[in-house]
Every structure is written in structure tokens, then in C-alpha cells.
């Protein structure tokens, strides 16, 4: 129900925009969010957005270079990444919880659907 696209190879201090795409019921009432996971490294909080788009909040790597955004008409979520860094190779995940059944919104097993990945990879 979530598809993940977007991602590629780019150079450090290059810009890519993933787009998530939501189908079926998830979408209304849900908050959506972007995880990221390295190589042997486990799966990290990058971003989310609430419902209403009345709140977003980032992790501290990617703040003020990253920005998520939503399309409620569309059921779409972005996730445009400036200014990359060869650190934020990662595959990319995007999340759906619905906000009455998560009370944390930075932690990812609390997130029930998850798109498929894409891999963002950002040479130095």
C-alpha cells in the first residue's frame, strides 16, 4: 500500500526528491514518515509529517537540508533531500501509522505499513 520511488546515484551536494506513494485506506488520518537504513546499520528515523501537515520534525543529520511534505489530494508523500552527503546513502523507507495507534512517531517499529525502499547512494 506504500511504493517508495526516487531514489539513485548522485554526487555529494546533489538534490534528490523521493515520492511515496499511498494506496487504499492509508492515507487519511495517517502519519507518514521517511526511515533510512546503512549497511549493517540499523533502521533510523529521518523524518515525519502529520495528517494535517501542522507538524513535521527531522533528525539531527538531516535537519535544514531535508524537507518532508504531503499531498493529501494525491496521497503522496516527499521527502526532498539538498545538499546530500556520501553519509545519507541509505536505503529510504517510507512509513504509514495511523495517529490514533502511535504515541511515537520517531520510532519505527511502531509503524505497521512500509513501502518497499529505494536506495539513494551519494558518492564522494
Known amino acids: 500500500q506504500l511504493q517508495a520511488s526516487g531514489g539513485g546515484l548522485v554526487q555529494a551536494g546533489d538534490s534528490l526528491r523521493l515520492s511515496c506513494a499511498a494506496s487504499?485506506?492509508?492515507?487519511?488520518?495517517?502519519?507518514m514518515a521517511w526511515f533510512r537504513q546503512a549497511p549493517g546499520k540499523e533502521r533510523e528515523f529521518v523524518a515525519f509529517?502529520?495528517?494535517?501537515?501542522?507538524?513535521?520534525s527531522y533528525s539531527d543529520p538531516v535537519k535544514g537540508r531535508f524537507t518532508i511534505s504531503r499531498d493529501n489530494t494525491k496521497k503522496m508523500v516527499y521527502l526532498q533531500m539538498n545538499s546530500l552527503k556520501s553519509e545519507d546513502t541509505a536505503v529510504y523507507y517510507c512509513?504509514?501509522?495511523?495517529?490514533?495507534?502511535?504515541?511515537?512517531?520517531?520510532?519505527?517499529?511502531?509503524?505497521?505499513?512500509w513501502g518497499q525502499g529505494t536506495q539513494v547512494t551519494v558518492s564522494s
Open positions: 509529517i502529520t495528517w494535517s501537515a501542522g507538524t513535521t
Open positions: 487504499g485506506r492509508t492515507f487519511i488520518g495517517y502519519v
Open positions: 512509513a504509514a501509522a495511523h495517529t490514533r495507534n502511535i504515541d511515537n512517531y520517531r520510532v519505527a517499529h511502531l509503524y505497521p505499513k
